[in-house]
């Protein structure tokens, strides 16, 4: 928490400074940055992110295992079981630990140190977030890299397949930071509890969504699955680890539109974020 106060204070020093538009933007991304490095040291330092991490590598070693007993399917096991390792795990990490970005800090009461800073209340969310997504992006990294050198292994050298997962990897980290995103809209006005009840709901509803519209087209209660098809996130549009599993890689169009839709999804859930934060009273 000190290193958030130290950050911000050396921003509004160079923005005191320079002065005008340019500068308070720039002030802003820095106190932004500077929680979200804070909130990155805070994840490192968790054991549960080591664990998990080891836990991955080991099951990974474990379908190399499972792999070299099914002759000619080993790479298929070993991407099947590497990448929902991978989607397990980091959704495990998103909502137990993006439930308690918050409340963490109410709990330790040092959101009063940080607001008595020039601090807007999205900026601390943004920060927030920013953070546990930069926690993600490397222990995704690292269970990609550990499946694709259990391929190589299996492999006996070069293999297309070690490649050819990572559009899929990319898609899962993309559902994770939608998942990180749904956390925090519901650890904004609730107990971590409940948050991790609700977006675990999110998380399992979102891959039905195609279920959700056929129920929403065969009548009775369509007023209620046609919402919850529409402002539920489609999960479904990143379930690439089967196809990615035979060799198949999504299409360019169907690739970015996921990517860009998992970010306008992520925008407006931060958005709605700030707007109930701001309305909450620590007092």
């Not at 930069?134 to 293999?159: E, I």
Request: hydrophobic residues 55%; positive net charge.
């Amino acid at each position: 928490m000190r290193s958030i106060v130290r950050d911000m204070e050396h921003a509004e020093e160079i923005s005191g400074a320079v002065g005008g538009a340019g500068a308070r933007r720039a002030s802003t991304a820095r106190r932004v940055l500077a929680i979200a490095r804070n909130t990155f040291r805070e994840a490192v330092r968790d054991r549960v992110l080591y664990n998990l991490v080891l836990f991955v590598l080991l099951l990974t070693g474990g379908a190399v295992f499972l792999g070299e007993l099914s002759a000619a399917q080993e790479a298929k096991i070993i991407v099947d079981m590497g990448l929902s390792a991978m989607l397990l795990f980091g959704v495990f990490i998103a909502i137990f630990v993006g439930v308690g970005l918050v409340y963490k800090e109410i709990e330790r009461r040092t959101i009063y140190a940080i607001f008595s800073k020039p601090v807007g209340r999205g900026e601390f969310l943004a920060g927030k977030y920013l953070g546990l997504c930069l926690t993600l992006a490397v222990n995704v990294s690292v269970m990609g890299a550990g499946v694709s050198l259990a391929l190589l292994y299996v492999r006996g050298g070069y293999d297309p397949l070690a490649l050819n997962i990572w559009p899929a990897v990319a898609l899962v980290y993309v559902e994770l930071m939608i998942v990180v995103a749904v956390a925090l809209l519901f650890s904004s006005f609730s107990t971590p509890a409940l948050s991790a009840l609700l977006t675990f709901f999110v998380f399992v509803i979102g891959h039905f969504s195609a279920d959700l519209k056929g129920l929403a087209a065969q009548g009775g209660a369509r007023l209620l699955f046609t919402a919850l098809y529409y402002l539920l996130p489609n999960l479904s549009n990143y379930a690439y680890i089967t196809a990615a599993s035979h060799g198949q890689t999504p299409t360019p169009t169907n690739f970015f539109g996921a990517v860009l839709y998992g970010l306008a999804y992520i925008a407006v859930l931060l958005a709605a974020s700030t707007l109930i934060f701001k309305r909450r009273n620590f007092k």
